[in-house]
Structures are given as C-alpha cells and as structure tokens.
C-alpha cells in the first residue's frame, strides 16, 4: 500500500513538471526566429523588363502568292515544294499556241499596213509631181492667152479653154496633195492600232511564262503539269513562295504594360526549340488599334528579325519576350525574396547577432528587376537580409488558433 502512495506520488510530480514546462513555452518563453536563407545588401547593374508573349511571322512582301492570268493547260511546272528559286527564275509554262498563232497573226497584218503605207509614199509623190507639171503648164498657157487676147491674137473661146484647164489642173494637184496627206493619217492610225495590237498579244505572252517575283524557298505548289486552269475575275495561284530571311516578331503586350513599352526599347527573346540561345531587337512599330484576344486587350508591336537570326527561326514560332524598359549601373540592390510587404509598407529583415536574430527596416524602393530590386534608402552596402525565414507566432494569435470558438 505504501508502494502505491509513493508511485502515484512520483506520476504526479512528474505530471506537474510537465505542465509547468508547456505552460511556460506557450505562455512566458519568447517564440523564437529561424533564418533559413540570406542575401546580401550588393552594388550592381539592374534593369527592369516587361513579360510578354510573342509570335514570329513573316515580313510584308515575304511571301508572295505566284498566280497565273492566262487560261489554259499547264505545260511545264519547274520548281516543286522545298526548292530555292532566285528572283527572275522561270518556274512554269502554260500552254501558248493559240497566243503564239496570234502574234503571227498580227505581225502579218502589220506588214501588210507597212507596205501599204511604203506604196502610197511611193506613188503619191510621182502622181503629184505629173499634176504640179500639168498644173504649171496650165498656168502658163492661161497667162500666155491672157496677153494674146490684149492684142487680139487669138479668140476668147482659146482663153475660157486655157482659164478651164488651168482651174482643172489645180484641183487635181489640191485634190492628189490631200489624199497623200489622208491616206497617210489613215494608214499610219491603221499602224499603230495592229501595233497595240501585237503588243496586247505580246503581253498576253508573258503571262503564259511564270516567273519568281522574289528569291526565297517554294512552299506550295498546286498545280501540276497537265492540269487546266482557268483565269477569271481572280488570279488562279499557281506556287507560294517565301523568304525565310525576312522575318518579324510580333510582341502582344498587355494593356496593363503597355505605358512602360516605347520605340527603340531592347528586346530579349527566345523560342522553345532553342532555350539556350537568346535573340535580340529593338521595337519598331507600335500599332494603336488593340487587339481583343479572350476578352484581355493587347496592343501589337513590331521587331524585325536580323537575317542571322531568322536562320534559327521560322514564322509561327511562339516567343518568350523581354523587353527592356529601364537599366542602371552601379545600384544599391538587394535579392527581390529579401522585400516584404507589412501593413503596406515595404520592410526587409536585418540578420542581427543575439537572440533575435533579426531586426526590421523599412526600406525605400527604386526600380524591380528579374532578381534583385534598386534600393534607394534603409540598407547599406554589406548588410545580410534576411531572403527566406520563418517568424514565430504571437501568444494571442496562437491561443485563438487553437481555440477558435472561445472568445477573449
């Protein structure tokens, strides 16, 4: 029975030593810090940059849609999907005999006005000068029965005869002289008319004769050789072609950033299939009408693509980007993880030596970068902060945790 006592008595005390410690951890030891990362208080450049999303594609005038105004069967097709073409290259025949016969055609007719137009310069002129001789007779001899009849020498029959002959004489020179004038116009007009002609059918020609307007790779082909293809109110498309080397990114940047984006910025940039490698630009455009995309309005800018660049890429490619909006050299900056936000204002810890181990500072802050943010005033050069701890709770918030239904 008194060994009983004696244990009961020993259960309690070490109950009581048991209670005593938790009383005094929750209730009178100091809760205590635990820094688990630092960072420190360095001078360094910095730069602040917008997130964005962009999309390669190809430059105006890149790819060109290659059609065809003739109708007819397609002859030859020279170039097929994948093939480098230069600027100039011939790349299909549609078939031409029907245009062929007519410039044939035409260049008959056309020598025909031509020698027409030579044999009228080459009678006209002997017919005139036979009429200039008669007209000249003529007159002469009026002018000679004229002074006859002053002396009575001959009749007035002989001078109403010379009078007739000299008036016939001129009308026939008048006459010859202004249909070699005439027939001139008509046949020159007729000329020039079979030659617009023959130029309208030599024009026609050429569109039988298919050629790259632009150096670049063929990307689509669709028509083949053999196949009919009829021109109408629309240009049948006969090849694509695309030049890989003029390229540009569109960057759409959000209507929340898009006060901070400016012509000329430094842009960074890189694509998934290449994560290691980094491009670069500048912006060139920035279009004012915005673009409503999942009900979030962007707004579109510009970067031209260099040519070393654009032998990596190829339109449609999806672009991580960053644009530069703002850089400084030679900063006060701390690790980004080192800024808290208290109450609204913006604090940091100070690592101290002693039991607390930290001590709070409010800070003043400048520009954010990617990592680290410009600190215009509540650190020094040197300090540890504080990047990762873990801060004790406060007796009173703890109680209520733990019993939430009981009120103070």
Do not use: C
């Given at each position: 029975m008194k060994?009983k006592?004696?244990?009961l008595?020993?259960?309690l ?8 410690g938790?009383v005094?951890k ?7 810090v635990r820094v688990?990362?630092?960072?420190r208080?360095?001078?360094g450049?910095?730069?602040s ?11 105006v005038?890149a790819?060109?849609?290659?059609g065809?105004?003739?109708?007819g069967?397609?002859?030859k097709?020279l170039?097929?999907v994948g093939?480098?073409?230069k600027?100039g290259q011939h790349i ?5 005999r029907?245009?062929?016969k007519?410039?044939?055609?035409q260049?008959a007719?056309l020598?025909?006005?031509q020698?027409q ?7 006209y ?10 007209f ?13 009849i002053k002396?009575e020498?001959?009749t007035?029959?002989?001078l109403d005869k010379?009078?007739?002959?000299f008036?016939?004489a ?12 005439m027939q ?7 000329i020039?008319e079979i030659?617009?002609?023959l130029?309208q059918?030599?024009?026609r020609?050429?569109y039988?004769?298919?050629y ?7 990307s ?8 009919t293809i009829?021109?109408g109110?629309q240009?049948a498309?006969l ?7 003029r ?5 759409y940047i959000?209507?929340t950033?898009i006060?901070?984006?400016?012509l000329g910025?430094k842009v960074e940039y890189t694509v998934?299939?290449y ?6 630009g500048?912006i060139g455009k ?15 800018s510009?970067?031209k693509?260099?040519?070393?660049d654009?032998a ?8 991580h980007?960053k644009i530069?909006t703002t850089?400084?050299t030679?900063?006060l900056?701390?690790?980004n993880a ?6 609204g ?5 100070r690592?101290?030596?002693g039991?607390?181990q ?11 970068g990617e990592?680290r943010t ?10 540890e902060?504080a990047?990762?701890?873990v801060?004790?709770t406060a007796?009173?918030?703890e109680?209520?945790?733990n019993n939430p239904?009981?009120r103070?």
């Amino acid at each position: 029975m008194k060994k009983k006592k004696i244990v009961l008595i020993i259960l309690l005390i070490v109950a009581l030593i048991v209670g005593a410690g938790f009383v005094y951890k929750r209730f009178f030891k100091k809760p205590e810090v635990r820094v688990l990362e630092t960072g420190r208080v360095e001078r360094g450049d910095i730069r602040s940059v917008l997130v964005e999303t962009g999309i390669i594609k190809s430059q105006v005038g890149a790819v060109v849609k290659i059609g065809a105004r003739a109708t007819g069967r397609v002859e030859k097709m020279l170039v097929k999907v994948g093939d480098p073409v230069k600027a100039g290259q011939h790349i299909a025949l549609i078939d031409d005999r029907e245009i062929l016969k007519g410039i044939d055609q035409q260049k008959a007719t056309l020598q025909a006005a031509q020698n027409q137009l030579a044999q009228i310069k080459l009678t006209y002129p002997e017919r005139i000068r036979e009429a200039e001789a008669n007209f000249t007779y003529a007159r002469l001899t009026r002018e000679r029965e004229r002074e006859l009849i002053k002396k009575e020498y001959t009749t007035k029959d002989s001078l109403d005869k010379a009078e007739s002959q000299f008036q016939a004489a001129e009308a026939v020179l008048t006459r010859l002289r202004d249909e070699f004038e005439m027939q001139q116009k008509i046949v020159a007009a007729n000329i020039r008319e079979i030659q617009a002609q023959l130029e309208q059918q030599e024009i026609r020609l050429t569109y039988t004769r298919i050629y790259s307007p632009i150096s670049g790779i063929i990307s689509d082909v669709t028509a083949q050789e053999g196949e009919t293809i009829v021109a109408g109110l629309q240009v049948a498309n006969l090849v694509t072609v695309i030049d890989p080397t003029r390229l540009e990114m569109w960057i759409y940047i959000d209507e929340t950033d898009i006060g901070r984006a400016k012509l000329g910025q430094k842009v960074e940039y890189t694509v998934d299939t290449y994560p290691e490698r980094t491009f670069t630009g500048t912006i060139g455009k920035i279009y004012p009408q915005p673009v409503v995309k999942e009900n979030i309005v962007y707004y579109l800018s510009t970067v031209k693509v260099s040519a070393q660049d654009a032998a990596f890429l190829r339109p449609e490619m999806t672009t991580h980007v960053k644009i530069v909006t703002t850089e400084k050299t030679g900063v006060l900056t701390v690790p980004n993880a080192a800024i808290k936000f208290e109450k609204g204002r913006q604090i940091a810890y100070r690592t101290v030596s002693g039991p607390k181990q930290v001590e709070k500072v409010a800070l003043k802050l400048g520009i954010r970068g990617e990592e680290r943010t410009e600190i215009l005033s509540g650190v020094e050069e040197g300090m540890e902060l504080a990047t990762k701890l873990v801060l004790p709770t406060a007796p009173e918030v703890e109680a209520k945790k733990n019993n939430p239904g009981r009120r103070p």
